[in-house]
């Protein structure tokens, strides 16, 4: 089972990116789906959340300007992300939960002011 996460780059402040992290392996049953991010020198912190059902769940720090979202029949999520800031720096982690956690390699999100 892999998770194969893809969409981070380099953006000016008040950029947009979208990220995508797509299941794949025979991965089946998927529950909660997400991603985190981990900023250089400090804790991996949770950004966002899908269930099955869609329903989503943002951090504070992003709430209005990320939006998740989940295609049920490709195991497939994204992160579609507005006014960036720098602050949003960091590598960003998809995972996958069902009888266990499965995680992405990372994606690297640089933001410049």
């Known amino acids: 089972v892999q998770l194969q996460a893809s969409g981070g780059g380099l953006v000016q402040a008040g950029g947009s990116l979208r990220l995508s992290c797509a299941a794949a392996g025979g991965i089946t049953s998927v529950n909660n789906m997400g991603w985190y991010r981990q900023a250089p020198g400090k804790q991996r912190v949770l950004v966002a959340t899908v269930t099955k059902d869609q329903r989503t769940n943002y951090a504070d720090s992003v709430k209005g300007r990320f939006t998740i979202s989940r295609d049920n029949a490709k195991n497939t999520i994204y992160l579609q992300m507005v006014s960036l800031k720098p602050e949003d720096t960091a590598i960003y982690y998809c995972?996958?939960?069902?009888?266990?956690?499965?995680w992405g390699l990372g994606t690297e999100v640089t933001v410049s002011s």
């Open positions: 995972f996958a939960v069902t009888l266990t956690i499965y």
